[in-house]
């Protein structure tokens, strides 16, 4: 059974950072592009960071540019999200996904997804 799991959410102070983690059990990664994707209370859920299988070639939100970076692990079978400088704007629950890799993270590439886990950023 494919499954993702994520963890390393958490409160933090504005500034401060986090390193989220995708593990995948089931299937493995290395054939698939995992993506990050975060959806705050009252909003769509919208891609942060995804990370393709094949080149490494990575794409991020104009949001999150020089502040996160996604990287993966293939040993491991799991994706990283290091993020940093925090703001209270990238407080939301963060999920990690399974699909191909189109030069952004459209959510219609991605069809297999974690349960979340929380990110507040706040003082």
């Known amino acids: 059974q494919l499954q993702l799991v994520e963890s390393g959410g958490g409160l933090v102070q504005p500034g401060g950072s986090l390193r989220l983690s995708c593990a995948a059990s089931?299937?493995?990664?290395?054939?698939?592009?995992i993506g990050w994707f975060r959806q705050a209370p009252g909003k769509e859920r919208e891609g942060v960071s995804c990370i393709s299988s094949s080149d490494g070639s990575t794409y991020y939100a104009d949001s999150v540019k020089g502040r996160f970076t996604i990287s993966r692990d293939n040993a491991k079978n799991t994706v990283y999200l290091q993020m940093n400088s925090l703001k209270p704007e990238d407080t939301a629950v963060y999920y990690c996904a399974a699909g191909y890799y189109s030069g952004s993270c459209k959510r219609a590439d991605f069809g297999s997804w974690g349960q979340g886990t929380q990110v507040t950023v706040s003082s």
């Open positions: 089931g299937f493995t990664l290395d054939y698939y592009a």
